[in-house]
């Protein structure tokens, strides 16, 4: 990106600097903000790759897939890179195509992608099974090599997850749990919910301890503001149905 905005004069490359790293320290945590700084700098420099790149990710961030995809493809043109092309298949989920997605998953630009890329590609290919009902097909897709080997690595947690979430949705309520536990092992980093989905399968609440108007209810105190109840012999199974990955939410 620095190789990049040395093109630009000083002042202009400094403007888009800041912008693109607000962009960056916002996207997890406030991504309406980052998509506005993201604008700011698309406005000033949307002949910058690294500045469409940034600003499809904003857009993919707040659930604006057709932005997205615009702005992801107009990166490749740029750079040539095959880097975008798992974000861009989960664009066409958002979009509701997910058979395009399928068919993208089937080009030969994912023989091109690194490992990481490879395996992501692999977990929109799931989701777009399970877009189209074939859940089954789905299971058989993030299975491999990635997801028995006991190596972590930087995607391991979210393919396991992925799996487990699969399984669950089949009634395979065991090997799910066990899959999300294998999860949790690998997400050090806190990447998904594993340990709230384990526990709900487990029976476990989480009850706030404060009332709706935000005040203690008067009930005994607690030093915690939450308090844990074990509801394992009711049989409710509050486990929800659809975790995926790549991307998942409003589809524009």
Do not use: H
Not at 59 to 73: C, I, K, P, S, V
Not at 117 to 129: H, K, P, S
Not at 215 to 222: I, K, L, N, R
């Amino acid at each position: 990106m620095r190789q990049e905005l040395q093109s630009l004069p000083k002042t202009l490359a400094e403007d888009v600097a800041k912008n693109l790293v607000m962009v960056a320290n916002l996207i997890d945590d406030d991504p309406e903000e980052a998509y506005a700084y993201s604008r700011i700098a698309l406005r000033l420099a949307s002949r910058v790759a690294a500045v469409r790149e940034a600003a499809g990710f904003a857009a993919y961030a707040t659930q604006r897939y057709t932005e997205a995809l615009a702005e992801f493809r107009a990166a490749r043109r740029m750079t040539g890179s095959v880097e975008l092309w798992p974000v861009m298949a989960d664009c066409e989920r958002g979009l509701g195509r997910p058979e395009r997605a399928m068919a993208m998953a089937g080009e030969p630009e994912v023989q091109k992608l690194d490992k990481a890329g490879q395996v992501e590609m692999r977990m929109v290919a799931a989701g777009a099974r399970r877009d189209m009902g074939q859940i089954d097909a789905a299971i058989v897709t993030l299975q491999g090599p990635e997801l028995a080997s006991n190596s972590v690595q930087p995607w391991t947690a979210r393919l396991r997850y992925a799996y487990a979430d699969a399984l669950l949705t089949t009634g395979r309520e065991a090997e799910a749990r066990e899959w999300f536990a294998k999860a949790i092992e690998a997400d050090k980093d806190g990447l998904t919910d594993a340990s709230d989905r384990l526990a709900q399968l487990d029976g476990v609440d989480f009850v706030d301890a404060l009332d709706e108007d935000g005040e203690e209810s008067g009930q005994a105190p607690v030093e915690a503001q939450t308090v844990v109840t074990d509801d394992s012999d009711s049989g409710s199974d509050a486990a929800e149905a659809d975790g995926d990955s790549a991307a998942e939410g409003e589809k524009d």
